[in-house]
C-alpha cells in the first residue's frame, strides 16, 4: 500500500470540503455600496442599485441599463443560469451575512445588482409623445408607483423638476418593479419643457374642469403638482388647460395622493 500517497489524497479530500469562510465582500466594498443609499454618492459614483428577484430579472431580462456587477446566492446563480449567460464575467457570489450587510431591504433578496445611471438632460428629440411632467413629487413610493401606472398607460417619457425625489432612489427603483426600463427620465424646469414642445399642457388642479373624453387632448404635457402644494405658482403660467378628477357630491377628503390622482388622470387620457 502506498500511505503517502492514500494520505496525500485524504488532506486533499479535506482541504477542498472546508468552507470558504473569507469574505468576498472587503470592507471598502460594503462602505462603497451602502453610500449608494444616498442621492450624493448616486451621482458622484453615477451609480444606483436594484434589488428584489423581480425587479432584478427585468432589469437583466431588457439589458437597457449598463449592469456594473451582479451579486447574487449560489442558489440564484443555479436557478437563473440562462438570463445570467452574458453576464458570466460580472457575478460575485456571496452568502446572507453578506447581502445583509448591502441589501437596503429590512428583509434581503438573493440578488443585488449596481447599475450605471442614463444622462438625464432633456432631448427634443424624444419629445413627439405624450409626457408626464411631476413637479416636486417628494415620496419614493409615490413616484415608483407613478412610474410603474405610467409605463401601463404606455407613457415612455418622464420630465421631473429638480427638486422631485430621484429617479435611482432605492424605495423608488423598488416600487416601479421594473418600470424604469421602459421609461425615459430627463429633468427641466417646466419652461424649458415647454420651449422645446408644441403639445398642450394640462395641469391637475382642484379649480379645474372635469375631462370631456370627447375632447381631443392628447397627445400632450400632463402636469403633476407637489404632494401637499400642488402645481407650483410659477409654472401655472404654462398650463393651458386645468384639469379635475371628479369625485361624490358628498366627499370629505380634501384630495387624492398624487399616485392615485396620477393613475385617473391617465386612465381618463390614454384609457
Given at each position: ?25 472587503t ?38 441599463y ?22 458570466n ?10 447581502m445583509?450587510?448591502?441589501s437596503q ?87 424649458e ?30 402636469v403633476i ?47
Amino acid at each position: 500500500m502506498n500511505v503517502s500517497y492514500r494520505f496525500s489524497e485524504r488532506i486533499t479530500i479535506y482541504i477542498n470540503n472546508i468552507p470558504n469562510t473569507t469574505p468576498l465582500l472587503t470592507a471598502s466594498d460594503i462602505k462603497y455600496l451602502q453610500s449608494l443609499r444616498l442621492g450624493k454618492f448616486r451621482q458622484k459614483y453615477n451609480k444606483f442599485v436594484v434589488e428584489g428577484d423581480k425587479c432584478c430579472v427585468e432589469f437583466l431580462k431588457t439589458q437597457m441599463y449598463h449592469i456594473d456587477t451582479i451579486y447574487a446566492s449560489k442558489d440564484w446563480e443555479r436557478l437563473h443560469t440562462d438570463i445570467l449567460l452574458p453576464f458570466n464575467s460580472k457575478v460575485t457570489i456571496i452568502d446572507f451575512k453578506e447581502m445583509k450587510k448591502i441589501s437596503q431591504l429590512k428583509t434581503p433578496t438573493e440578488v443585488f445588482l449596481l447599475c450605471d445611471m442614463d444622462d438625464n438632460s432633456i432631448k427634443q428629440s424624444l419629445m413627439s409623445d405624450s409626457i408626464l411632467y411631476l413637479d416636486g413629487i417628494q415620496n419614493p413610493g409615490n413616484l415608483g408607483t407613478i412610474i410603474r401606472t405610467a409605463d401601463w398607460y404606455g407613457i415612455s417619457q418622464l420630465v421631473c423638476s429638480g427638486d422631485t425625489v430621484d429617479f435611482y432612489h432605492p424605495k423608488v427603483v423598488q416600487a416601479a418593479m421594473g418600470s424604469h426600463n421602459r421609461m425615459q427620465y430627463f429633468v427641466a424646469d417646466l419652461s424649458e419643457l415647454v420651449s422645446i414642445s408644441n403639445h398642450k399642457v394640462l395641469g391637475a388642479a382642484l379649480d379645474g374642469l372635469p375631462i370631456d373624453r370627447k375632447e381631443p387632448l392628447t397627445p400632450c404635457i400632463l402636469v403633476i403638482g407637489n404632494e401637499g402644494k400642488g402645481i407650483r405658482r410659477d409654472n401655472m403660467q404654462y398650463i393651458e388647460r386645468k384639469i379635475l378628477i371628479t369625485g361624490s357630491q358628498d366627499k370629505i377628503a380634501e384630495s387624492l395622493n398624487a399616485s392615485i390622482a396620477t393613475a385617473i388622470l391617465l386612465d381618463r387620457l390614454f384609457g
